[in-house]
């Protein structure tokens, strides 16, 4: 049965377009990193969501930390920058394309999923069609060149940035991940277009408190100024669900800005990548 498949808006421009030419720029990312020893099983990576000639370098260290996994099914959860009326969505294809190939859906985990959170009593997820969002699709060519499974997709886009629907909706993935060879993406930029010292000391509060692994106080953070992150629901939702599924640490791997790219230090933008680890 053919795919209908979630067309990219952002293949040849916010990443390349030719396969070939793809998988060498992601390699050379991945290939780049030195990672420190992280001591568990990574459950969940935080990675940036900008143009790979922008936040790439630093995109590559949390995909270099699950390099060679082989999970089943890979839950991406990235805020939505566009307008909807809905707190969650999800993509209404049966799977997404990027230059590197296919990837489908796993239906029947968006549906679990969608199941829990109304037992739950939080906000459904609603299925939108020919999104234009590309902070989920720019981690998904990671995903094809780091792990060495055949995997299926779990996409949330989350517009609610608030604490309590950001709690249920972690518990209610940790519930459909639980049973399952799984992993999670949380994708988010970090402050955007302060200058640089401005930058650092924003991203560093708020990358302290992720590593701190304290959901709670991420939003307390944002909102009295002293941090940003545009998916700021996306990570607090991922880091409480990998809080459920036994994860007790979270390594900061990488912090670096748009300037140290570009050498325009005078308005950036911030990327962090992270792990978030089961010790042994």
Partial sequence: M???LRPSPIAGLWYEGERKVLAREV?????????PALNGQVIAVIAPHAGHRYSGPVAGYAF????????????????????????????????????????????????????????AG??????????PEHSLE????????????TWKLLPVMVRAQDAPTCKVLGKALADVLRERKALMVASTDLSHYHEQQMALTL????????????????FDLERSG?????GLGAMAAVMWAARELGANKVEILRHATSGDITGDYSAVVGYGAAAIIKTY
């Fill in 2 to 4: 053919e795919l209908h």
């Fill in 27 to 35: 390699d050379s990312y991945l290939d780049a990193v030195q990672l």
């Fill in 64 to 119: 270099a930390a699950v390099r060679g996994s082989a999970p089943d099914l890979v839950g991406v959860l990235s805020p939505f920058h566009n307008y909807h009326h809905a707190p969650l969505l999800t993509a209404a294809h049966d799977g997404y394309v990027t230059p590197l190939g296919n990837i489908p859906i796993d239906g029947q985990a968006v549906d679990d999923l969608d199941a829990k959170l109304a037992a």
């Fill in 122 to 131: 939080g906000p459904v997820l609603t299925r939108i069609s020919n999104d």
């Fill in 138 to 149: 720019i981690e998904l060519p990671f995903l094809q060149r780091a792990l060495t499974s």
């Fill in 203 to 218: 991203d560093r509060a708020l990358l302290a408190q992720v590593e701190a692994f304290e959901p709670e106080t991420l």
């Fill in 226 to 230: 002293r941090g940003s992150a545009c």
